[in-house]
């Protein structure tokens, strides 16, 4: 299982550079090309992999927890908020990355449009009940049952 965390301050407090950030989640693998293929798909040019991880924008260090969600290269992920911090164009290279993935995914996210391309089962939490729904994000939002409980909590 791997975890991608909405906050992810805390994996960026050492001095590391970006290549020795990614190493250090994957010990056994001695090939610095190995390590750099990774940083690469992420857009991590020959010299930025040695940019401090303390100086990394927001969306830098996303790159950088995708590059090692795909070395831990698990078969369930867990993903709070995966598309905070990132450009239209990234978006989309991690949606069509997890479409192709064959790993479970419970992920939380803002986008619309991410959400309904990868979703295929819904849990809603509200208040004391919770309801685990098996249908798409757009069948979600027009699903009758869940209007009429969203209209009994209006009233």
């Known amino acids: 299982m791997a975890y ?7 994996y960026f407090a050492d001095d590391k550079s970006v290549l020795e950030w990614l190493r250090q989640y994957a010990p056994d693998i001695r090939d610095e090309a190995f390590i750099r293929s990774f940083l690469g798909r992420m857009l991590f040019t020959s010299d930025e992999v040695h940019k401090k991880v303390q100086v990394l ?5 996303v790159r950088c927890m995708l590059s090692r969600l795909m070395l831990q290269d698990p078969n369930t992920l867990v993903l709070n908020q995966p ?6 164009e990234s978006i989309t290279a991690l949606n069509n990355g997890l479409l192709k993935s064959e790993a479970s995914m419970i992920f939380s996210c803002h986008d619309v449009q991410f959400v309904d391309s990868l979703a295929n089962r819904v849990i809603e939490l509200t208040g004391k009940n919770s309801y685990d729904l098996r249908m798409s994000y757009a069948e979600y939002l027009a699903d009758v049952e869940r209007l009429a409980r969203v209209g009994r909590a209006a009233a």
């Open 4 to 10: 991608f965390p909405k906050d992810n301050n805390a």
């Open 83 to 88: 598309t905070n911090h990132l450009d239209l």
């Open 57 to 61: 924008s927001g969306g830098e260090r």
